[in-house]
């Protein structure tokens, strides 16, 4: 039976909370929440409901694409700290936890000498993201992990891409976009055309903060510049760290949205390639020749076979 998508939900993770994601995947979440939200949706119940749906459970238990000592793990859509699924806006949502899941079970496997993420994302959530770039860097110290991004790996998707050992980029990706945003919304004139008046009773100086039903202060405005100034500088300085460039080049992208020529000659990537030539290569990399009757490896690129919309 079909579960309605818990816009609310939704929405706490959208709105007054850090997201490494670029303005653009922002504005295609909120052009589905804020009708809702607002009370001005005019569809069907029906038309809440999403137009797929598969569980972590689910999506857990399929097993990666692989050919022999390759393993492809997808990176598509938008990056959140747990649960994904198909939205009805057609965009899929994976989690840090599933990702990590889906790694660590190719992680003590020996017949899997490297793994490949395959990425096409504007990224996403904050909360999460450092975790899981930190725990695929843990592994790739341990195994090879390729960044393929084929074809974007923005914000939260770059902060995950440049924890690999290398990225590849497809000659038409989109890099970069390091940087954070934090928006709020206000419907308190809404609610004030409406004849609806919210009395709000708390304790704790900060826990009103950046309300809905009513103009932001300036104490909220101070607060919300301390969590961008703090995730900014995590995200800037782990970059910087795991690609070994200084604090300041990174910084100096601005956040900047990068094609792939761009992001070679600023080092946030190693290689251009299509994504098959790159498998491909990497395949090749692993072929070993008969000799003595040893068996012959032959990884083929049938590994990847992606769809990936923008």
Known sequence: MPRLINYPHVASMVFGVPLFATPALVTAVKS?????????????????????LMDE???????????????????????????????ESCEELVSYELLRSQIESVRHNDQVAEIILDFHTGGGSALGCKEAADYIRLVSAEKP??????????????????????????????????????????????????????????????????????????????????????????????????????????????????????????KLIDEIAPAQDAVNAIAASYRQ???GGSRRISAQAHALNTQCQL
């Open 32 to 52: 589905v929440l804020e009708p809702r939200l607002l009370g001005k949706d005019t569809g069907s119940v029906e038309s809440m409901a999403p137009l797929a």
């Open 57 to 87: 459970e689910q999506r857990a238990a399929q097993p990666e694409r692989s050919a022999n000592q390759l393993a492809v793990i997808p990176v598509h859509g938008i990056l959140v700290p747990r649960r994904g699924e198909i939205t």
């Open 289 to 291: 020749t008969e000799q």
């Open 145 to 266: 992990i390729t960044a393929l991004i084929n074809f974007a790996a923005c914000s939260a998707g770059y902060f995950l891409a440049s924890a690999c050992s290398r990225i590849v980029a497809s000659p038409t990706s989109m890099v970069g976009s390091i940087g954070v945003i934090i928006e709020t919304y206000d419907v308190s004139r809404a609610e004030e055309a409406a004849g609806i008046k919210f009395n709000t009773f708390f304790r704790g100086g900060h826990k009103n903060d950046a309300s809905p039903h009513e103009p932001i202060t300036d104490q909220a405005t101070l607060e919300i510049g301390r969590r961008l100034d703090a995730a900014y500088e995590m995200f800037t300085t782990s970059v910087a760290e795991y690609r070994g460039l200084d604090v300041e080049a990174v910084v100096a992208t601005e956040a900047k949205v990068f094609s792939a020529k761009e992001a070679l000659s600023l």
